[in-house]
């Protein structure tokens, strides 16, 4: 089954501290993208990070990296110098093809990380 | 350049209405996905449109559609409502059909949905 699995439900990471979220998948697809939003409590979903199943190196942004251990099937987020604006809720999701081989923007997505950032 | 806009934001409806929902993509953008969020269900797929055509859809009862229109712009409409719809109801923007598994999606902001 494909599916994304975030075993966190919640964290706190102090102000200035780097915090690592947890995200595994499963997929028997070669080819996948593998993307981490943001949703604070307004709703809506940003957009942080992208890494596809072939990048061969960690996606980074900013103070946005990807572990990206393929074998394992992970692809954590780590958010360094965490700041008060990074509380929210992170969501990691996962694209793939559709079963016929042909295209999709489908996501899916795990159940999410509420990270509170303490002063 | 203009994020996605969805309308209208917060919507209230009666058990047994139908509603309908609006997502303009991003100016060039030409696939648009719809999600539901709920707390108890988490985010779900609804449908996708390339080209004013519905390339994929998620598991929801016939209730639930939507349309493409020839400018992206998105509608998805909801008929006999039930309190269970309640949700945020999510709308994605793409610039190109998934051929390739490796560019971003942008939210809009939802429509927050309550059936009362």
């Known amino acids: 089954a494909q599916k994304i699995t975030q075993t966190q439900p919640g964290m706190f990471v102090q102000e200035k501290e780097a915090v690592t979220l947890d995200c595994t998948y499963d997929t028997s697809d070669q080819s996948y993208g593998l993307f981490w939003y943001k949703q604070p409590s307004s709703g809506e979903m940003i957009f942080l990070i992208y890494?596809?199943?072939?990048?061969?190196q960690n996606a980074t942004e900013g103070r946005y990296s990807l572990n990206f251990q393929k074998a394992r099937k992970s692809a954590n987020l780590v958010i360094s110098a965490s700041q008060l604006g990074d509380s929210a809720m992170y969501f990691c999701?996962?694209?793939?093809?559709?079963?016929?081989?042909?295209?999709?923007?489908?996501?899916?997505f795990g159940t999410g990380t509420l990270l509170a950032v303490q002063p | 350049k203009a994020g996605v806009t969805q309308t209208p934001r917060y919507l209230i409806k009666t058990r047994g209405q139908q509603v309908t929902l609006s997502c303009s993509p991003i100016s060039g953008h030409r696939s648009v996905s719809w999600y539901q969020q709920t707390p108890g269900q988490g985010l779900q797929f609804l449908f996708e449109y390339f080209s004013e055509t519905q390339r994929n859809k998620g598991n929801f009862p016939g209730r639930f559609s939507g349309r493409q229109f020839s400018n992206s712009r998105s509608e998805m409409n909801v008929s006999t409502l039930e309190l269970g719809d309640s949700a945020l109801y999510l709308c994605a923007s793409s610039p190109l059909e998934g051929e390739r598994v490796g560019y971003e999606q942008y939210f809009g902001p939802g429509t927050r949905l309550t059936v009362t």
């Open positions: 890494q596809g199943s072939y990048d061969e």
């Open positions: 999701a996962m694209r793939l093809k559709m079963n016929y081989g042909g295209a999709t923007n489908k996501l899916i």
